[in-house]
């Protein structure tokens, strides 16, 4: 099956794996990851996580591979083309993809303005006089904004070429100065003095703090560092040509989301240790903004260097996965709606930036939109693609699908998992996030979900 008339292809292998490397490797894995696993058992939920992006992440990631390639559509038009009709109810399901993504990105892009603003304030040392006001001031009122309209209009600049001119090859200068950057600084943390308990902080194994709940986190963190269930990956899957492996691209796609993931926690530990910022009780975007900024401005003037290098590695990592989510849009208007591509990105941006102004103008809004919302929408998109392709397409034409190309026939192993397990996982964990997870499961304390942040319900069994 060839692409549709004038849709755009990749121009590379290589361009299509970094572009999806691009969408996966974001604030997830520099702020959240290294501090899930310090909390949560050091290596013992870093060969968890392994073990998950492995049996869970690759399987996943090649059933989304399989829809996209294979109807060469927008989510939304992907549906109506593996169902072979118009006006199916499975469009719905493609809608709530881009729909997901675009919520997703509208919060997320006001991120990537702060980012944007801790390049400057690293390169002049403006946040080292007074680092509480300077987080302040990016995070939230008229600096937000602004770093939110730069960022779109970036991305709309981005977007308003085709898919091998304008996301294929940003991704081929961002993503290798990337994983330079954050190479150099891990050598670099490696040379300081007092590092060691920065590297046993970060994997000392804890085997007992191995639980239910960390185990719903190892998959939550999966699916928030793969892009899974968003139509990301359906929509970049859907500009490959036929002959590519799937499989092999999915493996290569999660095996490198693992290993920069880990090479940040690397990174991260041994500087905070050096500069005796263990242990201040920041996660997630706080230890961004806050230790981290700390510690290179205690580098003295090497810091405004480091520092600049780190944000602008952060901001590398934040902006493709900005650019990709705002694809499945594009491509919907484009295909749907028959509109010029700069046409639909202008649309969509500004639509986009719109719905951010919210976020931008509120950290609480931010985090709410950023919290267990979101985390209910990713599972549900993530059950979306396992159930259409493990029950709504036959066996034996989803083994086909999977299997296509040059490259191994893992569809007889990857299938089961998609149709028996990731369903019963999935739709257990999506009850831990919207009713919150059982005391029982806890040790006792109360796991929060949705219904705690909207009303104030209690979690089941507390």
């Given at each position: 099956?060839?692409?549709?008339?004038g849709?755009?292809?990749?121009?590379?292998?290589?361009?299509?794996?970094?572009?999806?490397?691009?969408?996966?490797?974001?604030?997830?894995?520099i702020?959240?990851?290294?501090?899930?696993?310090?909390?949560?058992?050091?290596?013992?939920?870093?060969?968890?996580?392994?073990?998950?992006?492995?049996?869970?992440?690759i399987?996943m990631?090649?059933?989304?591979?399989?829809?996209?390639?294979?109807?060469?559509?927008?989510?939304?038009?992907?549906?109506?083309?593996?169902?072979?009709?118009?006006?199916?109810k499975?469009?719905?399901?493609?809608?709530?993809?881009?729909?997901?993504?675009?919520?997703?990105?509208?919060?997320?892009?006001?991120?990537?303005?702060?980012?944007?603003?801790?390049?400057?304030?690293?390169?002049?040392?403006?946040?080292?006089?007074?680092?509480g006001?300077?987080?302040?001031?990016?995070?939230?009122?008229?600096?937000?904004?602004?770093?939110?309209?730069?960022v779109?209009?970036?991305?709309?600049?981005?977007?308003?070429?085709?898919?091998?001119?304008?996301?294929?090859?940003?991704?081929?200068?961002?993503?290798p100065?990337?994983?330079?950057?954050?190479?150099?600084?891990?050598?670099?943390?490696?040379t300081?003095?007092?590092?060691?308990?920065?590297?046993?902080?970060?994997?000392?194994?804890?085997?007992?703090?191995l639980?239910?709940?960390?185990?719903?986190?190892?998959?939550g963190?999966?699916?928030?560092?793969?892009?899974?269930?968003?139509?990301?990956?359906?929509?970049?899957?859907?500009?490959?040509?036929q002959?590519?492996?799937?499989?092999k691209?999915?493996?290569?796609?999660?095996?490198?989301?693992?290993?920069?993931?880990?090479?940040?926690?690397?990174?991260?530990?041994p500087?905070?240790?050096?500069?005796?910022?263990?242990?201040?009780g920041?996660?997630?975007?706080?230890?961004?903004?806050?230790?981290?900024?700390?510690?290179?401005?205690?580098m003295?003037?090497?810091?405004?260097?480091?520092?600049?290098?780190?944000?602008?590695?952060?901001?590398?990592?934040?902006?493709?996965?900005?650019?990709?989510?705002a694809?499945?849009?594009?491509?919907?208007?484009?295909?749907e709606?028959?509109?010029?591509?700069?046409?639909?990105?202008?649309?969509?941006c500004?639509?986009?930036?719109?719905a951010?102004?919210?976020?931008?103008?509120?950290?609480?809004?931010?985090?709410?939109?950023?919290?267990?919302?979101?985390?209910?929408?990713?599972l549900?998109?993530?059950?979306?693609?396992a159930?259409?392709?493990?029950?709504?397409?036959p066996?034996a034409?989803?083994?086909?699908?999977?299997?296509?190309?040059?490259?191994?026939?893992?569809?007889?192993?990857?299938?089961?998992?998609?149709?028996?397990?990731?369903?019963?996982?999935?739709?257990?964990?999506l009850?831990?996030?919207?009713l919150?997870?059982?005391?029982?499961?806890?040790g006792?304390?109360?796991g929060?979900?949705?219904?705690?942040?909207?009303?104030?319900?209690?979690?089941?069994?507390?």
């Amino acid at each position: 099956m060839s692409a549709a008339p004038g849709r755009g292809q990749w121009a590379t292998g290589i361009g299509f794996i970094l572009a999806a490397m691009g969408s996966a490797i974001g604030f997830g894995s520099i702020s959240r990851f290294p501090m899930e696993v310090a909390n949560n058992g050091g290596a013992a939920f870093l060969i968890l996580y392994a073990i998950v992006m492995i049996v869970v992440g690759i399987p996943m990631l090649t059933a989304e591979f399989s829809m996209g390639r294979r109807a060469q559509r927008n989510p939304a038009g992907a549906f109506e083309v593996l169902e072979g009709k118009r006006g199916t109810k499975w469009r719905l399901a493609g809608l709530f993809f881009f729909i997901l993504a675009g919520f997703f990105l509208s919060w997320y892009a006001v991120i990537a303005g702060w980012v944007l603003r801790y390049i400057f304030g690293a390169a002049t040392g403006a946040y080292a006089a007074d680092p509480g006001a300077y987080q302040f001031d990016a995070l939230e009122g008229p600096d937000a904004l602004l770093g939110h309209l730069v960022v779109m209009t970036l991305c709309f600049l981005v977007l308003t070429t085709n898919v091998s001119k304008g996301i294929e090859r940003l991704n081929l200068v961002l993503m290798p100065s990337l994983f330079l950057i954050i190479t150099g600084i891990v050598v670099y943390a490696a040379t300081l003095p007092g590092n060691g308990a920065g590297y046993a902080f970060y994997l000392k194994p804890d085997f007992s703090a191995l639980s239910i709940p960390v185990f719903a986190a190892v998959i939550g963190q999966t699916f928030f560092s793969l892009g899974v269930g968003m139509g990301v990956m359906m929509t970049y899957a859907s500009y490959l040509p036929q002959g590519k492996s799937l499989v092999k691209n999915a493996t290569i796609i999660a095996l490198s989301t693992l290993a920069f993931a880990f090479m940040c926690g690397m990174m991260v530990f041994p500087l905070l240790s050096t500069y005796n910022l263990l242990g201040t009780g920041a996660a997630g975007l706080d230890l961004i903004f806050g230790p981290m900024a700390q510690a290179f401005t205690a580098m003295g003037t090497l810091g405004l260097v480091l520092g600049t290098f780190f944000f602008l590695a952060v901001f590398f990592a934040a902006f493709t996965s900005v650019v990709s989510l705002a694809e499945p849009a594009i491509a919907y208007v484009v295909e749907e709606h028959g509109a010029g591509r700069r046409r639909a990105a202008l649309l969509v941006c500004t639509l986009i930036y719109g719905a951010g102004i919210m976020a931008a103008l509120s950290v609480e809004v931010l985090s709410f939109e950023g919290g267990p919302f979101v985390n209910v929408m990713l599972l549900s998109g993530g059950l979306l693609v396992a159930l259409y392709v493990g029950w709504r397409t036959p066996a034996a034409v989803a083994r086909e699908r999977i299997d296509e190309g040059v490259g191994p026939k893992l569809g007889g192993v990857i299938l089961p998992i998609v149709r028996y397990a990731m369903p019963a996982i999935l739709i257990a964990l999506l009850a831990f996030a919207i009713l919150g997870t059982p005391c029982a499961l806890t040790g006792g304390a109360p796991g929060p979900g949705l219904l705690a942040q909207l009303a104030g319900v209690r979690a089941l069994g507390c």
